[in-house]
Structure formats: structure tokens, C-alpha cells
């Protein structure tokens, strides 16, 4: 009965590979994000999303893009892995209320990626 | 644009004695702020939200926090520490306006240790 949840909770690669994190939420949420936090505990949006409109943090490398298949995933791919992409990664979700910045979003339990 | 500041990055208590994290945040309009909790190796959790309701905001396990526009600070206090408190505790604030309304600013977040 998980809400949010992601796969794999830990990923280990190799510099310069392709890979891709998982994101479901079961919660009927409109909108799904994408959060980095760095080694200092530091997070930081990367990416928001619902079915018209992804808006993409303008420091985020365009080697990281994410996938909808549907209202209910939210799948980020990183091409071309570099070290400095070590970090965990977590993905939110939050419902459509009016004001939307009224909402609080809910939390996957995150995913740490080690790029060596 | 809006900001939060936490202004402890370490907070150590005794088990039983009052707890106070400090947050103080920037915006130019009434902000909707947050408190989530991290437990070591877990995601985040929310603990209580300010959206221009009541000032006074009571959350989970005992925690409250309470907005004060005159100071602009939100800070989070419980009245007796419990060692399962020991977390990270992030003040966040959400984005009000454009495209990236609903987006959590996130502050770098204050560890909370508490000695037997």
C-alpha cells in the first residue's frame, strides 16, 4: 500500500552509462517531481510534471529527462552518467488544489546512485 | 523569490527538555511553508504545513510550529524530545506564482540529535 515508490533503491554504475529510476504513485496525484539531494543533505526540484506541462529546472543537465508512460509514473533517465550525478534521488507527488502552492507533496522513499 | 534559512545546521537535545529548530523564510507575498523530517536512509515525511490559516500549526508526533509575519520566521518546536526525533528537519517553502507555482524550496535542513 506504498504511496509513492521508487526502483531501485540502490544503483551502483559505471561513468558514462545510460540508466533509469523508477517513480509510481498510487495516490491519484495530478502532479509528480523529481528532487537531487547532494552529499550535504541538500535538495533540490529538478523537474515538475502533470499531464500538460513539464517544467524542468534550468540547472539540471539535459542529460537527464523524464519519462510519463501514463498519470501514475514518472521514470528519469540519465544518459551518460558522470560522477558528480552520485547523489539520492527522490520522487514526489502532490494533488491538483487550487492554489497548487497550498499542497504538500508526498514522498518516494528515494533512490542513491553511486557513479564510479 | 523565495527563500528559507534554517540558522542551525546541528541541534542536540537531551531526551525530555524542549525542542526548537529555527526557520526563518523570504518572500514577497503570504508563503504556504512546510516542515518534512528525514529519518537516517529514509524519505522525507511532512510534519506539519502553514497555508494562511491559523498561525499556530499543530503536526505529527507533538510537533507545532508557528508563522509570525512580523519576524518572517516558522520555526518548529516540540515540548519534550523523544529519541525517536532524532532526524533532519527541513523548512520548506512553496513557489506562489508562474510556471513553476507548487514547486518546494527546500532549506539545507538542521540535524537533531538527542542524548539519552
Known amino acids: 500500500d506504498t504511496a509513492v515508490s521508487q526502483t531501485p533503491k540502490y544503483l551502483v554504475t559505471q561513468m558514462g552509462n545510460d540508466k533509469s529510476i523508477k517513480c509510481e504513485q498510487n495516490?491519484?496525484?495530478?502532479?509528480m517531481y523529481w528532487y537531487k539531494q547532494d552529499s550535504k543533505k541538500f535538495l533540490k526540484i529538478m523537474f515538475s510534471?502533470?499531464?500538460?506541462?513539464?517544467?524542468i529546472n534550468e540547472t539540471v543537465p539535459n542529460r537527464f529527462s523524464p519519462k510519463s508512460p501514463d498519470k501514475a509514473h514518472l521514470n528519469l533517465h540519465i544518459n551518460s552518467l558522470e560522477l558528480g550525478d552520485s547523489a539520492v534521488y527522490f520522487c514526489?507527488?502532490?494533488?491538483?488544489?487550487?492554489?497548487?502552492?497550498?499542497?504538500?507533496?508526498?514522498f518516494g522513499p528515494g533512490t542513491r546512485l553511486t557513479v564510479l | 523569490a523565495q527563500s528559507v534559512t534554517q540558522l542551525d545546521s546541528h541541534v542536540s537535545v537531551s531526551e525530555g527538555t524542549p525542542v526548537l529548530l529555527r526557520c526563518n523564510y523570504s518572500?514577497?507575498?503570504?508563503?504556504?511553508l512546510f516542515w518534512y523530517v528525514q529519518h537516517p536512509n529514509k524519505g522525507l515525511q511532512l510534519l506539519l504545513k502553514?497555508?494562511?490559516?491559523?498561525?499556530l500549526v499543530k503536526g505529527i508526533n507533538g510537533f507545532e510550529a508557528e508563522f509570525k509575519k512580523s519576524e518572517t520566521s516558522f520555526h518548529l518546536t516540540k515540548p519534550s524530545a523523544h529519541m525517536s526525533d532524532a532526524a533532519e528537519y527541513f523548512c520548506?517553502?512553496?513557489?506562489?506564482?508562474?510556471?513553476?507555482?507548487?514547486?518546494?524550496?527546500f532549506g539545507k535542513g538542521t540535524k537533531l540529535s538527542v542524548k539519552p
Open positions: 514526489a507527488s502532490s494533488p491538483r488544489r487550487r492554489p497548487s502552492s497550498y499542497n504538500e507533496q508526498f
Open positions: 495516490l491519484g496525484h495530478d502532479t
Open positions: 510534471y502533470n499531464n500538460k506541462e513539464l517544467i
Open positions: 518572500s514577497s507575498y503570504s508563503p504556504s
Open positions: 502553514y497555508t494562511s490559516a491559523a498561525t
Open positions: 520548506v517553502v512553496s513557489e506562489g506564482y508562474g510556471g513553476s507555482q507548487g514547486n518546494l524550496i
